[in-house]
């Protein structure tokens, strides 16, 4: 299983934001033989220069997750911003999904979203916004955010989530969730629907 904070370990083509070296000097020189009525917007033009240049922007990212030669995942986004400042995010403002394989190379599972964030000081990264995860079986979670801990090795969000497991053997709704890196153990906060057991695993809940 990958966890997030290895995407960074993956290879990809940074399309970095230009590097302007000198401007910063140079509109400082500026400001000082402008009027004062003009100071508050030149002021602002540096601060957005200088939050330009903390940031590395990747178009069409795919990273590869490996370990021992064995492909654990596969992320891929249409644009990653990197912010080289005191947060040190990963941000993927257009959307991202994440592919996770087993140990013979078949997928077990995809989380898929229209935005996501790694908070590197936290531990915690984020899926916002129609998230998908898909299960290897057909069964399909849904929800509006989703947060994974590193440090603790688990899923969970405060918003109604939706479950549909496979055949139509039942669905459950829940107004929160917690669950392990697998989805094996799903605990979910008031619960309602149904399900049908078969020979297959079906996830437990619990308060």
């Known amino acids: 299983m990958v966890y997030p904070k290895k995407f960074r370990l993956g290879m990809f083509t940074l399309n970095q934001v230009g590097q302007i070296p000198f401007l910063f000097s140079a509109l400082l020189g500026m400001i000082l033989f402008c009027s004062c009525e003009n100071d508050l917007k030149d002021i602002n033009e540096i601060e957005n220069i200088q939050k330009e240049e903390a940031v590395d922007i990747s178009k069409d990212v795919r990273v590869i997750y490996s370990d021992s030669a064995v492909v654990k995942a596969e992320l891929t986004g249409p644009e990653l911003r990197i912010y ?69 090795k688990e899923y969970y969000n405060s918003v109604p989530i939706f479950m549909e497991f496979k055949d139509s053997r039942g669905n459950i709704q829940a107004t929160s969730f917690r669950s392990d890196v697998n989805f094996e153990n799903i605990r979910g906060e008031s619960m309602t629907g149904f399900t049908i057991p078969d020979s297959g695993q079906v996830p437990a809940f619990g308060p």
């Open 84 to 152: 080289h400042d005191s947060t040190g995010n990963y941000e993927f403002q257009k959307g991202l999904q994440i592919i996770f394989f087993d140990k013979d190379g078949n997928e077990t599972q995809r989380i898929k979203s229209d935005y996501g964030v790694q908070r590197s000081t936290l531990g915690i990264t984020e899926f916002r916004k129609n998230v998908v995860i898909t299960m290897a079986d057909g069964s399909v979670i849904k929800t509006e955010e989703l947060f994974y801990d590193e440090n603790k």
